[in-house]
């Protein structure tokens, strides 16, 4: 017998959630597969279940364009609560250091040059890059002591917002794999007074923002009309360069076949996508005036 069809609709484009505090990214995906009857989902960076801000969700044909989201600059803005410092880094974690010392607003701003620019940071025990196959963050839960080396992560910004002798509201903007509560305790432990975060909001994910989001009760409440909200495929590529072409060269494409590029405003090298009629195509390296597809995308143009 064969396998019963699925009543899932095809669903095409991204949908940019606020996910509250409290709800994992898995379960948030799945809220949303629901609410649009998908047959594919996707998110474009995890955010931990205390965290809130934009989640940047892909359907269908989008979750192609997830690495490019993924891989662009994050924004946060997160509460450094002093005089503590946690296994994890943040308040679901068990106390391992106290202090009475609280910093004033000079000590930390002095210290901010230090964490801007391309650094060295250790990531946290309990986060999810992988150590002989395992998460790290399974391997602390169980009681192992983990080692994770040091990393180089680029760090664009790193702003004070406002200070209090208990706490600090920090805004970070920072490239891929960077960890905020990894900066909590460094600077904590740089001011002598320790520190984890407490709150922790995510702004910014590529080219998606604050400005883009939806909640998941207006989403609810929507229905059908949740469709409205989706945005384009293409808006999952917009930080990359875009060769327009005709509907032959995008046929081709499409059968897997490279692309010369003519014309002075073709990108010389790196990653680019072919679009026809506004419609993604393609996307691929530029090499030598040629434009080789590795993904390409079934869309009506």
Known sequence: MSAPRSNRAEVNGWLILDKPVGMTSTHAVSRLKRIFNAKKAGHAGTLDPLASGILPVAFGEATKTVPFVQDGEKAYRFTVTWGIETDSDDADGKVTRTSDARPTTA??????????????????????????????????????????????????????????????????????GTYVRAIARD???????????????????????????????????????????????????????????DRDAAARLRRGQSLI??????????????????????????SHGELVPSRVFNLPF
């Open 107 to 176: 000590e930390i701003e002095a210290l901010l040059p230090r964490f801007t620019g391309t650094i060295m940071q250790t990531p946290p025990a309990f986060s999810a890059i992988k150590i002989d196959g395992e998460r790290a963050y399974d391997l602390a839960r169980d009681g192992a002591t983990v080692e994770i080396a040091a990393r180089e992560v680029t760090i664009h910004a790193l702003r004070l917002v406002s200070s209090t002798p208990e706490a600090a509201v920090l805004e970070a903007e920072c490239g891929k």
């Open 261 to 286: 590029l003519r014309g002075r405003d073709a990108p010389a090298e790196g990653t680019a996508y072919a679009a026809c009629g506004g419609v993604p195509v393609a996307f691929g390296a530029v």
């Open 187 to 245: 600077l904590g432990r740089m001011l002598g007074c320790y520190g984890h975060v407490t709150a922790l909001r995510r702004t910014r994910v590529g080219p998606f923002h604050e400005a883009d989001s939806l909640i998941l009760s207006d989403l609810d409440e929507a229905g059908p009309g949740a469709f409205d909200d989706l945005l384009s495929v293409e808006a999952g590529l917009s930080e990359l360069p875009c060769v327009v072409v």
